[in-house]
């Protein structure tokens, strides 16, 4: 199974709502991503997880917040969000770093993302 | 993270080679050339990936130059499938696990 899977897939919410975006991966990787792609633009990254770990935080604001339960689960939630943060959500997973050393196969797999409507 | 540079956009007619280069002038010692695509209303995808030696795969090859400030991703027998858009990335083994995506080159394919 290579596959990543990310629900919902569309969300459309109200700025005063709370929302939460779901990802999940079962290839026993052991890093975790969050991606956010604006319109035309490339993915820019959010956060990383490793080891169910945050490793990297992009200085993203606070109303995202991260959550990692396990190594196979990876939750952004979201609150008071403004009508900015509307674009496409992506979750990645890969191997991750070991002892400081990343395998050079440490391709990242990606989901279909969640496209996140914000009114 | 080094930067790389690739044209906006591209052509190519169906069924024929397309080469896609990518300049990477200060790549460092540790640092894998990967490439990464996205098709349309989908997620990035990995392609392929090399350090000094061109590499090939079932997807694509990659040709790496000799002083590795220069890479071209080649699709041998482009379809319509393949219209994408193709971001080549630099990622040191000995950093982190971050994967930061340049502006990406858009490849059309014409029938």
């Known amino acids: 199974d290579t596959e990543v899977t990310q629900t919902p897939k569309h969300l459309v919410m109200g700025m005063t709502n709370k929302k939460s975006l779901k990802c999940e991966q079962h290839m026993g990787h052991r890093a975790m991503y969050w991606y956010k792609q604006k319109a035309k633009k490339p993915p820019e990254l959010m956060f990383v997880y490793s080891y169910e770990k945050l490793s990297i935080n992009e200085s993203v604001p606070s109303r995202f917040s991260p959550e990692c339960p396990n190594s196979s689960l990876l939750n952004l939630h979201l609150h008071a969000l403004q009508p900015e943060d509307s674009a496409l959500y992506l979750c990645?997973?890969?191997?991750?770093?070991?002892?400081?050393?990343?395998?050079?196969?440490?391709?990242?797999?990606f989901g279909p993302g969640t496209r996140l409507t914000v009114l | 993270d080094a930067k790389t540079t690739q044209p906006n956009s591209m052509e190519s007619n169906e069924e024929e080679p397309v080469h896609l280069p990518c300049n990477h002038s200060?790549?460092?010692?540790?640092?894998?050339i990967h490439w990464y695509r996205q098709l349309p209303s989908q997620g990035p995808e990995y392609v392929i990936h090399g350090l000094t030696s061109n590499v090939n795969n079932r997807m694509a090859s990659l040709a790496i130059a000799e002083d590795r400030k220069s890479s071209t991703l080649i699709l041998h027998r482009a379809t319509l499938r393949d219209a994408a858009v193709y971001y080549c990335i630099l990622r040191d083994n000995f950093g982190n696990e971050k994967l930061t995506f340049g502006t990406g080159t858009r490849l059309t394919i014409i029938p």
């Open positions: 990645a997973s890969s191997q991750g770093v070991y002892r400081g050393q990343m395998s050079s196969y440490n391709e990242q797999f």
């Open positions: 200060t790549i460092s010692g540790t640092d894998y």
